[in-house]
């Protein structure tokens, strides 16, 4: 179901919660990220595009060090809901004050990029003994991106409550 992202984000920051948002550069992640959403019964944010399918993303060298009074700031000087981009990687405590601080969407795109790689470099072998089958090939890619999915919307609705 499409909805207004204004609408999900006030929503998600009035029950304490925020949005995830993923990038998907193809229909086997996106179908993924919409299989863990029902099952969450959580919207997402499904980002498509293949003009940052290169882009500069990646993960961090060190432990990301938020600037929290720049970000208590901004709160306080707006209603207007906050996007955090780059918060792969992030720990849950720094996405908890995130949230707190009126962040009401990440953006997460390395975690699902590392979660992608990891499950096909492991069935790749598998697969190769079993006849080259790429479909399943592709199953594993669309369960792995469906299971770190619905981890994340867990992590960003810790409190319990689904849109």
Not at 20 to 41: K, S
Request: overall charge neutral.
């Amino acid at each position: 179901m499409r909805a207004r992202l204004p609408d999900l984000a006030v929503a998600a920051r009035a029950r304490g919660a925020a949005l995830a948002a993923f990038t998907c550069y193809d229909l086997t992640t996106a179908t993924g990220v919409v299989t863990a959403a029902q099952d969450a019964e959580s919207p997402v944010v499904l980002l498509v595009s293949s003009v940052t399918a290169s882009g500069p993303h990646g993960s961090y060298s060190a432990a990301p060090q938020l600037d929290w009074s720049r970000m208590d700031a901004i709160r306080a000087a707006t209603d207007v809901p906050l996007v955090l981009h780059g918060a792969s990687g992030l720990a849950s405590t720094d996405r908890d004050r995130a949230v707190s601080a009126g962040v009401c969407k990440f953006n997460i795109n390395t975690e699902l990029r590392q979660t992608v790689f990891d499950a096909v470099s492991g069935a790749v072998h598998a697969e190769q003994q079993r006849g080259l089958d790429l479909n399943s090939l592709l199953g594993t890619w669309r369960s792995a991106v469906a299971h770190r999915v619905f981890t994340a919307i867990g992590d960003l609705n810790s409190n319990g409550v689904s849109a």
